[in-house]
């Protein structure tokens, strides 16, 4: 850089002085572009949402603890189920990873920013007000959405206004969704450091990036179809209305071409952070990268052919049932490869048991139930007996919760201390562990035979039958829901430097290999002085 000549009417400072402030406050995080920072919000709003979530999720147990209805009107109860989940998919999960990638990508790739500096500071400030779009819906006469997350017409179609906001909110939601993939997307394939070949990235990049790929193919597709949903509402469209010559299974067909995808837009990052977690604490290589490569990309292509197995009952003919239904299992070939590949990095590796290697085996574990349980759902005769019960609920939750919740808790744990410059509390980490782990099966493995005995899904009520393992669920879920405030504390702790421990440059023993390839290279800047790209 050529030398700034001193500027007199400033006071003889030089003038990039002036020109390199850091502003504070909200205006800080307002104007930030820096990845960072980007990162850290999407976490934070993330957390806020997963609490938002959480608390719904708790009514929702406390009203199930005993037959009949006690705290919730049924109106209100499906609102309640509905909203529970669309904020733990667009509000907590996907933005938890959104925020990881933000975090790492940069320094994994050593890119100076993330490619699209300005945009990404958009693509985190539409969150918060579809967040608050989507909460204020529950608000308005008629309530919020109350058809399930996903949106099934007829009912949709009838609700009030409540519903408009939802289909706002999840507008913005996809939106901010497919901006932050073309960003991810255009930072991988364009701002690696000099011999960041891509068959070298850390895996968390690859998963990321074929993530960012189906959220673009998938997250248009749900903007259609509830822009269809819009158009009957109130412009005399009859998409979805066999009166005028519609159909309401044809938005069963859109919706899940987004939403079984969905799944692995959620499940791919996960899965890149187990694959860089499991190697670290084995102190071995990933075994077997490039079949995880492969593997990634083909559960992204054959996740976008399986959508009608969501739709078993809905009358289609024999033919299309065998073939979703073997589409279906032929997931289980790449998953498979990818279990194997985990596991065969720990082999005979130097295995410790810290927080995020627990939380990554935890993943392992109950993931692969939630796989196998996949498979049964998967089956189309026994489908047609589970559908729409307790059993698929289950089966979800192993897979979102035990599956991208575990491996974002295994994700803050393990980049954690080079977040904050502080290591966490390990025995207090453990705790979170087991705690979470043990009341996690309590509340949702008892909803496999309350699924198997009949018990439908989304009910405020149930038959006595259902008392006692309903009970058992409630109790784990009230124990799972206050182990998350711990693990708030936890992080808190961590970011105040509780542990007294600063973060080394290596926080796991130098086990980490390809995990920070470069040292942090982000200077601060802002929108006065976005970075400079070749
Ligand atoms: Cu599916």
Do not use: C
């Not at 003919?317 to 997931?331: D, K, R, S």
């Not at 939750?397 to 599956?403: E, I, L, S, T």
């Amino acid at each position: 850089m050529a030398s700034i000549p001193l500027d007199p009417a400033h006071g003889g400072h030089a003038h990039d002085d002036h020109h390199d402030h850091h502003p504070t406050g909200l205006k800080r995080w307002l104007t930030t572009t820096n990845h960072k920072d980007i990162g850290t919000m999407y976490l934070w709003f993330s957390f806020t949402m997963f609490i938002v979530g959480g608390i719904m999720a708790m009514i929702i147990r406390a009203e199930l603890f005993q037959p009949g209805l006690q705290i919730v009107k049924p109106e209100f109860f499906n609102q309640l189920t509905s909203l529970h989940g669309l904020i733990m998919v667009f509000g907590a999960i996907m933005p938890a990873f959104v925020g990881f990638a933000n975090w790492m990508l940069p320094l994994q790739l050593g890119a100076p920013d993330m490619a699209f500096a300005r945009m990404n500071n958009w693509s985190f400030w539409m969150l918060p007000p579809a967040a608050i779009l989507l909460i204020s819906s529950m608000f308005v006469p008629g309530g919020s959405v109350a058809a399930g997350w996903t949106m099934y017409p007829p009912l949709t179609v009838q609700q009030g206004y409540g519903m408009d906001l939802t289909i706002f909110a999840v507008h913005i939601l996809g939106a901010s969704s497919i901006m932050g993939s073309i960003n991810i997307i255009t930072t991988i394939l364009n701002l690696r450091a000099p011999g960041m070949t891509l068959m070298k990235m850390p895996m968390f990049a690859w998963t990321w990036l074929i993530t960012a790929f189906l959220l673009i193919a998938t997250m248009p597709v749900l903007a259609g179809a509830i822009t269809m949903i819009l158009t009957d509402r109130h412009f005399g469209t009859t998409f979805f209305n066999a009166a005028g010559g519609g159909d309401p299974v044809m938005y069963q067909h859109i919706f899940w071409f987004f939403g079984h995808p969905e799944v692995y837009i959620i499940a791919l990052p996960a899965f890149g952070v187990v694959s860089q977690v499991i190697p670290a604490f084995s102190r071995k290589k990933l075994f077997g990268y490039p079949s995880m490569v492969y593997a990634t990309a083909s559960i992204a292509i054959l996740s976008l052919i399986v959508w009608a197995h969501h739709m078993f009952t809905v009358g289609m003919p024999v033919a299309g049932q065998l073939y979703f239904m073997f589409a279906t299992m032929l997931i289980a070939v790449p998953t498979g490869v990818k279990v194997f590949n985990w596991v065969a990095t720990m082999w005979r590796g130097s295995i410790t048991l810290e927080t995020p290697m627990l939380f990554a085996l935890g993943f392992l574990f109950l993931f692969t139930l939630g796989g196998f349980t996949g498979i049964v759902v998967a089956l189309s005769p026994v489908d047609v007996q589970i559908h729409d019960t307790y059993y698929v609920v289950a089966h979800f939750h192993y897979v979102m919760v035990a599956g991208a919740l575990f491996s974002a808790f295994a994700a803050v744990y393990y980049w954690g201390p080079k977040w904050t410059g502080w290591m966490y509390e390990e025995k207090l980490g453990k705790i979170h562990f087991w705690w979470s782990l043990i009341a996690f099966n309590i509340a949702f493995f008892p909803q496999h035979f309350l699924g198997l005995a009949g018990m439908p899904r989304r009910i405020p009520d149930y038959n006595q039958q259902f008392t006692e393992w309903n009970q058992v669920s409630s109790i784990g879920a009230f124990l799972f829901g206050t182990a998350q405030i711990f693990f708030l504390i936890i992080v808190i702790r961590m970011i105040k430097g509780k542990s007294g421990v600063r973060a080394p440059a290596k926080p796991w023993d130098g086990a980490e290999g390809l995990e920070w390839t470069v040292p942090s290279p982000a200077p601060y800047h802002t929108f006065e002085t976005p970075p400079v790209v070749k």
